[in-house]
Every structure is written in structure tokens, then in C-alpha cells.
């Protein structure tokens, strides 16, 4: 949805953030990370924290002139050395659908029980007061930590970073104008512009044939969390549980962006694993330190407004 940086969270991404590779490379070295193949079945793995891992088709949107201004351009980047640390963390703050609602009879047990997807509802609107983060928004990252809590746990990829690299990507759904409704769906399809080649952007061709993005000639980012459209293919999953799998649905790109991260085996609780996540979903050590302040700041917040 940008030029500096456009794309998702994918090796393929590109822009005026490039500048930073070289950088980036010589912290990182020892921490590329290794994507996981997604097999394109009609269902497999039942999610029981909202939703199943599913590739399926989604509406073939318009694809329409996008603002070129970036939806983080206003945010600093925290003071932090990259792989020094990962971002604070609170248990009180973390999502506890179990608090909300300990009857419910939906919640997972662990053994794939699908939850329902307002079984965070209490925990969203609480964590929206203390972090200005749209309560939507906030439920989706709240599920898709614990979908990975329940089925890779030695992940531990947390809301705070899922939030706050939908806060940088889009503004948790909310960039140029759009509304996220209460479905999950932006009021208009989220579509970045067009990687073909111009200043600062990497020519990336159609990988799609603009079904995803609408763009027949050059992917494009898509979505609230910024995928493109081979990225998004090699790793969807449903997070609503739908049965489908849209990258402008925010619970699917939630749970989707969290897969990605937790790639390969990754711990996103330490220091290697959180740099080396989120230099996977953007190779540029200026939008690693944006997320790493915006998602130790969430989980801060989150965590006073327990006290």
C-alpha cells in the first residue's frame, strides 16, 4: 500500500526500505528464517482458536489508484539494537477468552473445538481503551495468538506484534479512508501499489493473474496486513472459520501473518526469533524498530489497564 516498503509479509517485498538489506543482513545472518510450504487442499488443520488453515478463493477486487503515503510514516522508530531484544510482555494483558466467558460452551479444549469468534469481545474492548487500537481489530490478533498458542506453541508470537504490524501496514484496516467492519472486511478492498519497477518499488510481476489484487500485469499488496499475492498463496489460512481464506478478511490475515512469523520453527518470545520474524515480513531495520516500539507500547498499555 506503499512505495517505501510496499508489500507484505514476504521475502518479495521491496522499496525505499531496501536500503537497509545490507544492514540487516550483517545483524542477521544467523537468523533467515525458513518459510513453510502451505499444500493448496480444500481443508486441514481445524484451528480450534477461531478458524481452520485453509486456501481458498476470494473476491477478485477492482484494482484502484492508492494513496502512496505510508500508514507508519508518523511513527518513530524505537531506540533499540536490532536482536538486542523483543518487545515487553504482560501475562495479565495477554487474551484469555476463559475470563470472558468461562461457560462458554465453544471454547477450545485443545482437541480443535472451534471458539466462537466473539469469545474475546470483553478482553478486545478492555485492551481498546488502554491502546487506542480498534476493538475488531484487536480480536483478530487476539485469536490468532491463540490459535498459535494451541497448535504451535513454542512460537509464542504475541497480539501486541501482530498489532503492531497492523498498525504499520494499514492502521489496523483503517488506512486511506477505509472502515473495517464488523465482519472483518475493510468498506473497500486494501490494495497497495502497483510493484512494477518505479521509484522505489521493486518490479514484481503478476504471480496471480489479478485474482488477489486486481492487477493482471504487477502484484500488489493486499489486505490489512499487507500480503502479496504469492506470499499470501504459499501460507493462508482461514481464520473466521468461513472456510475460506481472504487476505482482506482481518481474522484470515491475522492468523495468517502469525504462521508466517512463526515459520520454521521460530521462538517470537526471544530477542533472535522476533527480529528474525519481523525482518522476514520486512527486511528493513527501521520497520522492525516501528514494530518492536508500537508492540512493546500495546502490551504496556494493555498491562496498566490491569492495575
Known sequence: MRTTG???GGQDRAGTNAAPRAVAAGLLTTLRPVAARLVIVAAVLTVGAGGIWLVAGAATPQASPTTTDVPARD???????????????????????????PSDPGASTGGGAQRPPDSLDAWAERTATATGVPARAL?????????MREHQPACRVSWATLAGIGRVESDHGRYGG????RDGRPSSPIIGVPLNGSPGVRSITDTDGGR?????RHDRAVGPMQFIPSTWMRHASDGNGDGRADPQQIDDAAVTAARYLCAGGRDMSGADGWWAGIMSYNNSVEYAQKVFGLADGYAAQAAGSRD
Do not use: K, N
Open 212 to 216: 488477489l489484487d486486481g492487477d493482471p
Open 139 to 147: 480480536r483478530a490478533y487476539g485469536h490468532a495468538e491463540l490459535a
Open 75 to 101: 511513527i518513530e522508530p524505537a531506540h533499540v539494537t536490532p536482536g538486542a531484544e523483543a518487545p515487553g510482555e504482560d501475562p495479565s494483558a495477554a487474551p484469555d477468552p476463559g475470563g470472558d466467558s
Open 6 to 8: 510496499t508489500g507484505d
Open 178 to 181: 477505509v472502515t473495517l467492519r
